[in-house]
């Protein structure tokens, strides 16, 4: 498998306090299988490719969250320019043996990120498929200090679509002021998209913070939302359609939140 493009999404994991209750909830909810990581991690796969990792907390003030992780062929360059446009290195790179090196970053809004160089290990083996990773995007208040950073830092290209289907629903400002992000060297717009920025109204409390959200396709969103309370979980965005098709955001039965997203029937 060829590494991924300079700066796509390329990896994701999530760290939960019971890993072994992590994956029967995503077992059942996307049909993955697990095969045993370093340490307290477990792969994720789905028809037998990669697509996600779950770990268990080493420290109970982690938070209980997915983290998306940026391509990048040179992390120390990466690291440095993070910092140079005013993005906080929370860890500095580390070796993950001969998988790859690794380093975790906050925007100037808060949003944690992470970076992967790939060694023997790319990514996903799998995305953009049910089961598997399709989108990310970040949430933030402070948009004019956080779209020229991931310009500068990620090289992104950005468009802002007249129509955009993301937030929540009912919520006109939220779906209005939205930005997609295409990789350099494309054309950018929904066709080069590899994800987006989204800004936090004044309808959420004041003590949420910048993040990510992760989406993952599924073949029918309404259904994994029943799903997910079955299992325990908790639906904060009930399903509704967007231009890019069906989508939910969904709560884990230990706090860790995603969206799924159905694709529209072609």
Do not use: H
Not at 95 to 124: I, T
Not at 185 to 196: I, N, S
Not at 231 to 237: A, I, K
């Amino acid at each position: 498998m060829a590494a991924f493009a300079q700066s796509a999404p390329c990896w994701v994991d999530v760290q939960l306090p019971d890993l072994e209750a992590g994956k029967r909830f995503y077992g059942e909810l996307f049909g993955w299988t697990f095969r045993a990581g370093d340490g307290p991690y477990a792969d994720a796969l789905s028809d037998g490719k990669l697509v996600a990792a779950l770990a268990a907390k080493q420290d109970g003030r982690m938070p209980t969250a997915w983290g998306i992780y940026f391509a990048t062929e040179d992390i120390t360059a990466s690291v440095a320019r993070i910092r140079e446009c005013g993005g906080q290195v929370i860890t500095d790179p580390v070796r993950a043996g001969r998988s790859g090196a690794l380093a975790q970053a906050a925007d100037p809004g808060g949003a944690v990120f992470g970076l992967w160089q790939a060694g023997e290990r790319k990514g996903f083996q799998k995305q953009n498929e049910p089961g598997s990773f399709c989108w990310t995007e970040v949430y933030t208040r402070q948009k004019d200090r956080v779209d020229p950073f991931y310009e500068k830092v990620f090289g992104f290209r950005s468009t802002d679509p007249d129509e955009v289907g993301s937030g929540a629903p009912g919520t006109d400002e939220a779906r209005i002021d939205f930005r997609m992000w295409s990789p350099a060297g494309t054309e950018p717009g929904p066709d080069t998209a590899v994800g987006g920025r989204s800004v936090i109204t004044d309808a959420f409390p004041a003590v949420l913070p910048s993040y990510f959200l992760n989406y993952f396709a599924v073949a029918d969103c309404d259904a994994s939302a029943e799903t997910t309370v079955r299992l325990g979980g908790r639906v904060l965005e009930p399903p509704f359609d967007i231009p890019y098709g069906r989508m939910a955001v969904l709560q884990d039965n230990q706090g860790a939140v995603f969206a799924v997203l159905q694709p529209p029937l072609s």
